[in-house]
């Protein structure tokens, strides 16, 4: 079956119990054996329920992986990830990284005793030559948030294959509809469900797929050991949120080319990054490994802070907020929300410059979304 049918259906057959068509959302912490040992599967709601192994499956399906794993938040799912990893084991990760997992990295994990090595993700060779031979991982992300950087999954597979450590992609920005890393070569999927999969800013959640058994073993068993798995009603919202993401992205898509045309021929903006713009440097891999560009786009004032804003402030349509992938548009100041915690010099030295945006686009109508630009734009040079 094609991706949109099977965002709506996979994983979800009616209820056996009602015949529910719609998976109900199963609000028990525990369940009724006929006699000791004697159940449906199901024994704590910590270890399995029906609603997240829903769930489960269908995320799977998606991402074209066998396996699939459900948790309380993305920086939950990066966690069991990272706990098949023992000290003296070595991470190769990109240096343009979601900044909760450089903080897990640096903060969490190099303090016990695992080291990681920052490398540029547009070149596979600085993959190569941070190879060693305790290297256990390698971790990226394509596109980047917020310079849409693209890295080579594919190329960096080999490498990590050749070197006998596993390769996992944060798919967040662009989700299985337009980036299948595990058909590039990738062992492990992570997302944030928070963003484009659930898609209506409500609910926060995360995700593993894998087709690698025994990852998968390792992981769930981490999942059950701690814990961190998301309610019913979580797991519910965001299942709710797959059955349109085949319609959401195409229109998140159409909106964002245009508004990354429209701020490209602006007088007012010096620079637009966006991986569907010919003049974007790799747009000619984004073509290769992607079947769209994805909603986000992020462009440069000039007129530093001040101008960025006083732009925030005038927008009326787009909300000045963190996170992305919902249907509302949002507008983010990375320099001091997302990024805030980056060092100045660092941030620099990655082209967060002081007058960066980044955009969220959402599926509104988007001559409003262009509207809402331009009269910002306008009161920010007032
Ligand atoms: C938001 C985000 C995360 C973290 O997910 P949470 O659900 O906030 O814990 C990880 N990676 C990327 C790319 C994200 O955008």
New binding site residues.
């Given amino acids: 079956m094609k991706f949109a049918t099977r965002a709506i259906h996979a994983g979800q057959d009616a209820d056996p119990a009602t015949g529910a068509t719609i998976v109900p959302i199963y609000q028990t912490a525990t369940y009724t054996q006929e006699e000791i040992g004697e159940h449906q599967g199901y024994e704590y709601s910590r270890t399995g329920n029906p609603t997240r192994a829903a769930l489960e499956r269908c995320l799977a399906s998606l991402e074209e992986g066998a396996l699939g794993l459900a948790f309380a938040?993305?920086?939950?799912a990066?966690v069991a990830v990272l706990s098949v990893l023992k000290p003296g084991d070595h991470i190769v990760a990109m240096d343009d990284l979601?900044g909760?997992?450089y903080r897990l990295l640096s903060q969490v994990y190099a303090p016990l005793g695992i080291d990681v090595t920052y490398v540029d993700g547009r070149q596979v060779e600085a993959f190569s030559q941070a190879m060693r031979p305790e290297t256990r991982l390698v971790w990226l992300?394509t596109p980047t948030?917020p310079m849409l950087r693209l890295v080579d999954i594919a190329a960096v597979a080999e490498v990590a294959r050749s070197q006998g450590a596993l390769l996992a992609v944060?798919n967040?920005?662009a989700t299985p509809y337009l980036q299948k890393p595990l058909i590039l070569g990738a062992d492990v999927v992570?997302h944030?469900?928070?963003?484009y999969l659930g898609g209506h800013s409500d609910v926060?959640?995360?995700a593993t797929v894998t087709s690698d058994p025994e990852l998968h073993r390792a992981m769930a068993f981490y999942q059950n050991a701690a814990g961190a798995v998301p309610g019913p009603f979580d797991a519910w919202l965001v299942m709710r949120g797959l059955k349109t993401l085949a319609v959401r992205m195409r229109q998140h898509e159409a909106n964002t080319r245009h508004v990354a045309e429209y701020l490209a021929g602006h007088p007012r903006v010096r620079q637009v990054y966006y991986p569907g713009l010919d003049s974007h440097p790799q747009h000619e891999l984004a073509q290769r490994q992607m079947e769209g560009f994805g909603g986000m786009v992020s462009f440069e004032l000039p007129g530093g802070r001040a101008e960025a804003n006083a732009f925030a402030m005038a927008l009326r349509v787009f909300s000045l907020a963190e996170?992305?992938g919902g249907v509302e548009s949002l507008a983010c100041y990375p320099p001091e929300m997302t990024h805030g915690s980056i060092p100045r010099e660092e941030r620099l030295a990655r082209g967060i410059t002081d007058g960066l945006m980044r955009l969220s686009v959402g599926i509104e109508d988007v001559e409003d979304l262009v509207e809402d630009l331009e009269q910002a734009l306008a009161a920010a040079q007032r």
Wanted: aromatic residues 8%; charged residues 15%.
């Fill in positions: 938040s993305g920086s939950a990066t979601y909760g997992t992300e948030n944060d967040t920005f992570v944030s469900t928070t963003k926060v959640g995360g996170s992305l």
